[in-house]
Protein backbone atom coordinates (compact mmCIF):
# COMPACT_ATOMS: atom_id res chain seq x y z
CA UNK A 1 0.00 0.00 0.00
CA UNK A 2 0.68 3.98 -0.24
CA UNK A 3 2.89 5.06 3.20
CA UNK A 4 2.28 7.73 4.96
CA UNK A 5 3.81 11.05 4.31
CA UNK A 6 6.07 11.13 7.12
CA UNK A 7 8.08 7.83 8.38
CA UNK A 8 5.52 5.76 10.64
CA UNK A 9 2.39 7.82 9.72
CA UNK A 10 0.66 5.46 7.44
CA UNK A 11 -3.06 5.49 7.91
CA UNK A 12 -4.40 1.71 8.16
CA UNK A 13 -7.83 2.36 9.03
CA UNK A 14 -9.18 1.33 5.97
CA UNK A 15 -7.01 -1.21 4.59
CA UNK A 16 -8.35 -4.80 4.15
CA UNK A 17 -6.76 -8.12 5.89
CA UNK A 18 -4.84 -8.71 2.18
CA UNK A 19 -3.88 -5.41 2.29
CA UNK A 20 -1.69 -6.03 5.85
CA UNK A 21 -0.88 -9.20 4.87
CA UNK A 22 0.95 -7.96 1.49
CA UNK A 23 2.91 -5.32 3.68
CA UNK A 24 3.57 -8.23 6.53
CA UNK A 25 5.37 -10.23 3.53
CA UNK A 26 7.05 -7.44 2.21
CA UNK A 27 8.44 -6.84 5.75
CA UNK A 28 9.97 -9.97 5.84
CA UNK A 29 11.75 -10.24 2.63
CA UNK A 30 13.18 -7.10 3.42
CA UNK A 31 13.93 -7.61 6.85
CA UNK A 32 16.02 -11.10 5.39
CA UNK A 33 17.66 -8.69 2.99
CA UNK A 34 18.99 -6.57 5.31
CA UNK A 35 20.33 -9.42 7.25
CA UNK A 36 22.04 -10.94 4.97
CA UNK A 37 23.87 -7.65 3.71
CA UNK A 38 24.84 -7.14 7.38
CA UNK A 39 26.15 -10.72 7.43
CA UNK A 40 27.56 -10.76 4.18
CA UNK A 41 29.39 -6.67 4.73
CA UNK A 42 30.32 -7.88 8.34
CA UNK A 43 32.01 -10.86 7.55
CA UNK A 44 34.17 -8.72 4.35
CA UNK A 45 35.31 -6.55 7.10
CA UNK A 46 36.93 -9.09 9.46
CA UNK A 47 38.86 -10.89 6.37
CA UNK A 48 40.10 -7.84 5.33
CA UNK A 49 41.00 -6.78 9.23
CA UNK A 50 39.01 -3.33 9.06
CA UNK A 51 36.02 -4.30 11.23
CA UNK A 52 38.39 -4.27 14.61
CA UNK A 53 38.91 -0.52 14.10
CA UNK A 54 35.23 0.14 13.63
CA UNK A 55 33.91 2.18 16.41
CA UNK A 56 32.50 -0.10 19.26
CA UNK A 57 29.37 1.34 19.74
CA UNK A 58 28.68 1.24 16.39
CA UNK A 59 28.96 -2.43 15.78
CA UNK A 60 27.11 -3.06 19.10
CA UNK A 61 23.96 -1.28 17.31
CA UNK A 62 25.05 -3.72 13.80
CA UNK A 63 24.67 -6.36 16.61
CA UNK A 64 21.65 -5.37 18.05
CA UNK A 65 19.79 -4.32 14.59
CA UNK A 66 20.60 -8.03 13.21
CA UNK A 67 19.02 -9.63 16.53
CA UNK A 68 16.08 -7.32 16.15
CA UNK A 69 16.15 -7.99 12.21
CA UNK A 70 15.74 -12.00 12.80
CA UNK A 71 13.23 -11.06 16.52
CA UNK A 72 10.79 -9.41 13.75
CA UNK A 73 10.90 -12.06 10.52
CA UNK A 74 9.48 -14.68 13.65
CA UNK A 75 7.20 -12.53 15.04
CA UNK A 76 5.78 -11.63 11.73
CA UNK A 77 5.82 -14.76 10.70
CA UNK A 78 3.65 -15.52 13.79
CA UNK A 79 1.28 -12.88 12.89
CA UNK A 80 0.87 -14.19 9.19
CA UNK A 81 -0.11 -17.20 10.54
CA UNK A 82 -2.30 -15.85 12.90
CA UNK A 83 -3.96 -14.28 9.97
CA UNK A 84 -4.57 -17.79 8.55
CA UNK A 85 -6.11 -19.40 11.36
CA UNK A 86 -7.40 -17.20 14.20
CA UNK A 87 -6.61 -13.56 15.14
CA UNK A 88 -5.40 -12.84 18.93
CA UNK A 89 -4.56 -10.42 21.40
CA UNK A 90 -1.03 -11.46 21.51
CA UNK A 91 -0.69 -10.97 18.05
CA UNK A 92 -1.24 -7.37 17.96
CA UNK A 93 1.28 -6.95 21.11
CA UNK A 94 4.12 -8.37 18.86
CA UNK A 95 3.48 -5.94 16.64
CA UNK A 96 3.17 -3.30 18.73
CA UNK A 97 6.52 -4.08 20.31
CA UNK A 98 8.09 -4.41 16.85
CA UNK A 99 6.92 -0.98 16.37
CA UNK A 100 8.52 0.56 19.53
CA UNK A 101 12.02 -1.11 18.96
CA UNK A 102 12.05 -0.36 15.51
CA UNK A 103 11.81 3.27 16.96
CA UNK A 104 14.48 2.61 19.86
CA UNK A 105 17.02 0.94 17.30
CA UNK A 106 16.18 4.25 14.36
CA UNK A 107 17.19 6.40 17.10
CA UNK A 108 19.98 4.54 18.52
CA UNK A 109 21.49 3.62 15.25
CA UNK A 110 21.42 6.95 14.26
CA UNK A 111 22.99 8.32 17.52
CA UNK A 112 25.86 6.12 17.68
CA UNK A 113 26.58 7.03 13.49
CA UNK A 114 26.32 11.01 14.49
CA UNK A 115 29.00 9.89 17.25
CA UNK A 116 30.79 7.69 14.81
CA UNK A 117 35.21 8.86 15.46
CA UNK A 118 37.19 9.13 13.14
CA UNK A 119 35.18 8.63 9.82
CA UNK A 120 37.04 7.69 7.12
CA UNK A 121 34.87 9.01 4.44
CA UNK A 122 35.98 7.48 0.25
CA UNK A 123 37.82 4.84 2.37
CA UNK A 124 36.99 1.46 0.40
CA UNK A 125 36.15 -0.31 3.31
CA UNK A 126 34.49 2.81 5.23
CA UNK A 127 32.00 2.71 2.83
CA UNK A 128 31.02 -0.72 3.63
CA UNK A 129 30.50 0.17 7.29
CA UNK A 130 28.45 3.39 5.92
CA UNK A 131 26.35 1.02 4.49
CA UNK A 132 25.63 -0.91 7.12
CA UNK A 133 24.35 2.72 8.63
CA UNK A 134 22.19 3.70 5.77
CA UNK A 135 20.76 0.33 5.66
CA UNK A 136 20.29 -0.19 9.51
CA UNK A 137 18.50 3.29 9.57
CA UNK A 138 16.20 2.67 6.59
CA UNK A 139 15.33 -1.01 8.28
CA UNK A 140 14.20 0.33 11.09
CA UNK A 141 12.35 3.33 9.94
CA UNK A 142 10.41 1.17 7.36
CA UNK A 143 9.36 -0.86 10.64
CA UNK A 144 7.70 2.17 12.29
CA UNK A 145 4.66 1.89 10.22
CA UNK A 146 3.97 -1.74 12.57
CA UNK A 147 2.13 0.46 14.98
CA UNK A 148 -0.54 1.76 12.52
CA UNK A 149 -0.75 -1.90 11.09
CA UNK A 150 -1.28 -3.23 15.29
CA UNK A 151 -3.72 -0.71 15.65
CA UNK A 152 -6.26 -1.90 12.41
CA UNK A 153 -5.15 -5.64 13.12
CA UNK A 154 -7.22 -5.00 16.59
CA UNK A 155 -10.28 -4.98 15.11
CA UNK A 156 -9.95 -8.31 13.65
CA UNK A 157 -9.23 -10.15 17.27
CA UNK A 158 -10.86 -12.85 17.49
CA UNK A 159 -11.87 -13.52 14.07
CA UNK A 160 -11.09 -16.63 12.14
CA UNK A 161 -10.27 -17.98 8.16
CA UNK A 162 -13.84 -19.56 8.76
CA UNK A 163 -15.64 -16.16 9.87
CA UNK A 164 -13.60 -13.97 7.27
CA UNK A 165 -14.74 -16.72 4.63
CA UNK A 166 -18.43 -17.21 5.14
CA UNK A 167 -18.76 -13.00 5.94
CA UNK A 168 -16.90 -11.96 2.57
CA UNK A 169 -17.90 -15.22 0.14
CA UNK A 170 -14.54 -15.39 -0.90
CA UNK A 171 -12.62 -18.20 -0.80
CA UNK A 172 -10.19 -17.87 1.29
CA UNK A 173 -7.78 -19.95 1.14
CA UNK A 174 -7.21 -18.11 -2.14
CA UNK A 175 -5.21 -15.13 -0.10
CA UNK A 176 -4.50 -15.75 3.07
CA UNK A 177 -1.55 -18.67 3.15
CA UNK A 178 1.75 -19.30 3.84
CA UNK A 179 4.76 -16.67 3.40
CA UNK A 180 4.95 -14.51 0.01
CA UNK A 181 1.96 -15.88 -0.85
CA UNK A 182 -0.12 -12.27 -1.08
CA UNK A 183 2.41 -11.00 -3.72
CA UNK A 184 2.59 -13.94 -5.56
CA UNK A 185 0.13 -12.54 -8.41
CA UNK A 186 -1.11 -14.41 -11.39
CA UNK A 187 0.03 -12.05 -14.23
CA UNK A 188 -1.78 -12.18 -18.21
CA UNK A 189 0.83 -10.60 -20.76
CA UNK A 190 -0.54 -7.63 -20.05
CA UNK A 191 0.36 -7.43 -17.01
CA UNK A 192 3.72 -8.67 -17.48
CA UNK A 193 4.71 -5.50 -20.50
CA UNK A 194 2.97 -2.85 -18.03
CA UNK A 195 5.86 -4.20 -15.09
CA UNK A 196 8.62 -3.66 -18.14
CA UNK A 197 7.12 -0.16 -18.72
CA UNK A 198 7.17 0.47 -15.52
CA UNK A 199 11.28 -0.67 -15.00
CA UNK A 200 12.39 1.33 -17.78
CA UNK A 201 10.79 4.68 -16.92
CA UNK A 202 12.10 3.85 -12.81
CA UNK A 203 15.74 5.05 -14.25
CA UNK A 204 14.54 8.10 -15.75
CA UNK A 205 12.27 9.26 -12.82
CA UNK A 206 15.51 8.75 -10.36
CA UNK A 207 17.09 10.55 -12.25
CA UNK A 208 14.52 12.95 -12.50
CA UNK A 209 14.54 12.81 -8.12
CA UNK A 210 17.97 13.41 -7.76
CA UNK A 211 17.59 16.71 -9.40
CA UNK A 212 15.44 17.85 -6.77
CA UNK A 213 17.30 16.47 -4.06
CA UNK A 214 19.93 18.61 -5.10
CA UNK A 215 17.59 21.40 -5.44
CA UNK A 216 15.97 20.86 -1.86
CA UNK A 217 19.71 20.72 -0.82
CA UNK A 218 20.02 23.98 -1.94
CA UNK A 219 17.11 25.56 0.06
CA UNK A 220 18.35 24.11 2.79
CA UNK A 221 21.32 26.07 3.34
CA UNK A 222 18.78 29.19 2.64
CA UNK A 223 16.70 27.90 5.62
CA UNK A 224 16.57 29.19 9.13
CA UNK A 225 14.93 26.83 10.32
CA UNK A 226 15.71 24.23 13.37
CA UNK A 227 14.00 21.32 11.82
CA UNK A 228 16.49 21.44 8.42
CA UNK A 229 18.71 18.78 10.37
CA UNK A 230 16.13 16.38 10.24
CA UNK A 231 15.19 17.16 6.50
CA UNK A 232 18.69 16.82 5.66
CA UNK A 233 19.07 13.40 6.75
CA UNK A 234 15.48 12.34 5.20
CA UNK A 235 17.09 13.31 1.84
CA UNK A 236 20.16 11.36 2.75
CA UNK A 237 18.79 8.64 3.59
CA UNK A 238 16.26 9.12 0.48
CA UNK A 239 19.24 9.19 -1.70
CA UNK A 240 20.99 6.16 -0.49
CA UNK A 241 18.06 4.18 -1.65
CA UNK A 242 17.84 5.56 -4.68
CA UNK A 243 21.21 5.13 -5.50
CA UNK A 244 20.88 1.01 -4.49
CA UNK A 245 20.95 -1.39 -7.46
CA UNK A 246 17.20 -2.34 -6.63
CA UNK A 247 15.64 0.20 -4.60
CA UNK A 248 12.98 -0.86 -2.75
CA UNK A 249 9.80 1.51 -3.79
CA UNK A 250 8.51 1.22 0.07
CA UNK A 251 11.00 3.14 1.44
CA UNK A 252 11.96 5.48 -1.59
CA UNK A 253 7.84 6.60 -0.68
CA UNK A 254 8.86 7.05 3.42
CA UNK A 255 11.52 9.20 2.94
CA UNK A 256 10.47 10.81 0.15
CA UNK A 257 6.84 11.37 1.42
CA UNK A 258 8.61 12.78 5.02
CA UNK A 259 10.93 15.45 2.67
CA UNK A 260 7.79 16.47 1.09
CA UNK A 261 6.18 16.99 4.19
CA UNK A 262 9.05 18.85 5.86
CA UNK A 263 9.72 21.50 2.87
CA UNK A 264 5.75 22.25 2.97
CA UNK A 265 6.18 23.07 6.59
CA UNK A 266 9.03 25.00 6.11
CA UNK A 267 7.48 26.93 3.63
CA UNK A 268 4.48 27.41 5.34
CA UNK A 269 6.73 29.09 7.99
CA UNK A 270 8.36 31.29 5.55
CA UNK A 271 11.79 29.47 7.27
CA UNK A 272 13.90 31.24 4.46
CA UNK A 273 16.15 34.25 4.70
CA UNK A 274 14.74 35.10 0.96
CA UNK A 275 11.26 33.83 2.05
CA UNK A 276 9.66 35.85 -1.03
CA UNK A 277 11.71 33.92 -3.92
CA UNK A 278 11.30 30.68 -1.74
CA UNK A 279 7.86 31.16 -2.60
CA UNK A 280 7.46 31.62 -5.86
CA UNK A 281 9.82 28.76 -6.63
CA UNK A 282 9.49 25.99 -3.88
CA UNK A 283 6.27 24.85 -4.18
CA UNK A 284 6.42 24.00 -8.14
CA UNK A 285 9.17 21.94 -7.02
CA UNK A 286 7.66 20.48 -4.16
CA UNK A 287 4.57 18.64 -6.61
CA UNK A 288 7.29 17.79 -9.37
CA UNK A 289 8.68 15.64 -6.87
CA UNK A 290 5.57 14.80 -4.99
CA UNK A 291 4.99 13.63 -9.06
CA UNK A 292 7.38 11.51 -9.47
CA UNK A 293 6.66 9.84 -5.93
CA UNK A 294 3.21 8.95 -7.00
CA UNK A 295 4.61 7.06 -9.85
CA UNK A 296 6.83 4.33 -7.65
Known amino acids: MVRGLTIGSTNYSSQSLQDMLVDLENWILS ?13 ELEKSGYWSSVDY ?38 LK ?11 HHRKV ?16 VEKLYAEGSDMAGDML ?15 SKQDSNSKSGINVNNHFHSTVTGIQQNYDS ?9 ESNKSKEIEEMKIIINQFKGFLEQSTSDEKEEIA ?10 EKEEPKKNRIKSFGNAVSTGMKNMLTMKSF ?23 F
Open 273 to 295: NNADEVATKLPKIIDNFNNILDK
Open 233 to 242: ENLSDLEGTI
Open 145 to 159: DLNNLALRLEHFVGM
Open 190 to 198: HDIQQTLNL
Open 31 to 43: LKDSDELFESTIK
Open 97 to 107: NLGINAREQHT
Open 57 to 94: DFKASCYDLRRYFNTAVNDLQEVINGINSEIKEYHIKL
Open 113 to 128: WKEYQNQEYGDTNFRK
